[in-house]
């Protein structure tokens, strides 16, 4: 049911006590670990004809807003007042709450703390920042750019409702012209050397100047509409190529620039590749490992171009590379155990696997807010274009819908039933994340492959599973010779066959008779020589 004091288009979350909100906001600042949840606005309403009735505060989430400056972020607020609900009847009323206050928060990535523009209507606007201790203290400009480019990471980031959900969240479209396009343009370029201090997804270990938030925002908004071209031309070619934009740095002397950077030539490499300019893609590849052979990002490039050409072999050299320059990245082993995968080599691919870091999943930033005292939602009115209702729209069901399902109700309940009891339900393949997602894929892949006998075979001749080196012989202890050769080889455990062959190999090397009585022959002797 829809209240007079609640926003029209807007999802409005009613607080208990004023302000509350922003007070869970700022305890939680402490607390965020990637780029941050999303803006939060709060709005207190008051009502108008008669000031007995007591001020609400409410709020909703919101990603999408320009937050380059305090005045769009005023005129955000301003915009809201538009939303609230009217009454409509014959002669027509409006509502009797107006906004008297708001506060627009948005968080900095780049410097952890959050910018705050309160807005007094009518009256004054007001920006400062509040820091993860709470402390209050100015905005500066650079704190205002790099304000900007978190909002809009955040908006492209978290676009997906599937993969990012939020209660009242409001999802704006953050690139919304070409001249704002520009303006994105820009504000990436002149934040793209600091894109690591955001960090980076949970499958890279260390972030990076090819491996960061910044990042990987820029690619999914580029590839997107597969405008692979343009982001090549416009942003990654002029940073391969003029580092820092001419700009001298501290961290990053000129005389260590020799023509090209190797990371950013690497996410160079890798559009051209998407945009089937494989020509260009060789050349920058080319001249960036003349600069540094030891590249992770390049190698791991120039592997995935070797293995899209069906070059296997020369695939996995650079693969191994790629592993050996940084055996702490997962992407480097999980490009690896792609190209054993399709080479067929599984058992290698087993290994690899095995040997693979792996991370502990770190799950996205929400909002912390304390319970609401009630939440209205928008309604749609476009409810009936997100559904497909068949050839007559609203009419006629479509067939094989409700008839067959009252027809086969019985049958689909009790299977329902009984799969309810199964163990299938309590698989976790649904709950893994990050790494261990990955390397359950690739398992899967095995196993659709060769089958799940294969594997276990495979499995036994890679690995020696705990039960069976504890039902094998107790560690460190010797091994009978003569009681191991009177029993079946094929009912030996793993360990005690493998501890039998060393101890053959040893005697043999030493030139004493073998297990079968057999002295070493003159071919032996000499290769043992």
């Known amino acids: ?41 709060h709005i207190v309403k008051i009502h108008t004809p008669s000031r007995s009735e007591p001020d609400i505060g409410s709020y909703h989430h919101v990603l999408g807003v320009d937050t380059s400056t305090s005045a769009s972020l005023a005129a955000y607020i301003n915009s809201l007042q538009y939303s609230l609900s009217e009454t409509q009847g014959w002669f027509g009323s409006g509502s009797n709450w107006k906004i008297a206050s708001g506060t627009y928060c948005t968080y900095n990535a780049f410097s952890n703390v959050d910018l705050r523009v309160q807005v007094k209507i009518p009256g004054g606007v007001d920006a400062y920042i509040v820091t993860p201790t709470g402390d209050r203290k100015e905005v500066t400009e650079d704190l205002w750019k790099e304000c900007h480019v978190s909002s809009l990471l955040r908006a492209i980031l978290y676009a997906d409702p599937t993969a990012y959900s939020v209660t009242g969240l409001r999802r704006m479209t953050p690139v919304a012209s070409p001249r704002e396009e520009t303006k994105f343009v820009e504000a990436i370029v002149e934040q793209f050397w600091n894109g690591w201090a955001l960090g980076s997804n949970a499958e890279t270990q260390v972030a990076s100047t090819a491996r960061n938030f910044l990042v990987d925002g820029l690619m999914r908004y580029f590839s997107g509409e597969g405008r692979y071209a343009d982001c090549a031309a416009e942003i990654l070619a002029p940073l391969a190529y003029a580092p820092l934009g001419g700009q001298q740095s501290s961290s990053r002397a000129s005389a260590e620039f020799k023509g090209i950077d190797p990371e950013v030539a690497a996410l160079l490499a890798e559009t051209y590749m998407e945009g089937d300019e494989e020509v260009q893609a060789v050349r920058v590849m080319h ?243």
């Open 287 to 529: 001249q960036a490992l003349k600069v540094k052979s030891s590249c992770y990002p390049l190698l791991a490039t120039q592997a995935e171009f070797l293995r899209r050409k069906k070059c296997p072999d020369a695939a996995l050299t650079v693969a191994r590379m790629a592993v050996k320059y940084a055996p702490s990245e997962f992407q480097a082993w999980a490009k690896l155990t792609e190209i054993y995968l399709e080479a067929g080599d599984y058992q290698r691919a087993m290994l690899t696997l095995n040997s693979c870091p792996m991370y502990t999943f770190v799950d996205h930033d929400y909002p912390r807010v304390p319970t609401p005292r009630r939440i209205n939602f928008p309604v749609k009115s476009d409810v009936l274009a997100d559904y497909d209702l068949g050839e007559q729209g609203t009419g006629t069901m479509p067939p094989n819908s409700r008839a067959s399902l009252d027809m086969d109700g019985p049958g689909l309940i009790e299977e329902m039933a009984l799969n309810e009891n199964s163990t299938i339900l309590r698989l976790s393949a649904p709950t893994l994340r990050c790494t261990f997602a990955r390397v359950y894929k690739f398992l899967t892949e095995i196993v659709s492959t060769i089958g799940w006998d294969e594997l276990l075979l495979l499995r036994s001749q890679v690995f020696v599973m705990e039960e069976e080196y504890r039902n094998s012989a107790v560690p460190g202890a010797a091994v009978d010779d003569e009681d191991l050769a009177e029993d079946d080889d094929e009912h030996l455990p793993l360990s005690a066959l493998r501890e039998r062959h060393t101890a053959e190999l040893s005697r043999t090397s030493e030139g004493e008779p073998s297990a079968d009585g057999a002295l070493p022959s003159a071919t032996d002797a000499v290769d043992n020589a």
């Open 1 to 41: 049911m829809a209240h007079n004091d609640c926003l029209q288009d807007v999802p409005d979350i009613f607080e208990n006590e004023i302000g509350e909100s922003l007070l869970a906001r700022t305890e939680g600042l402490g607390m965020i670990r990637e780029i941050g949840p999303p803006d939060l606005c």
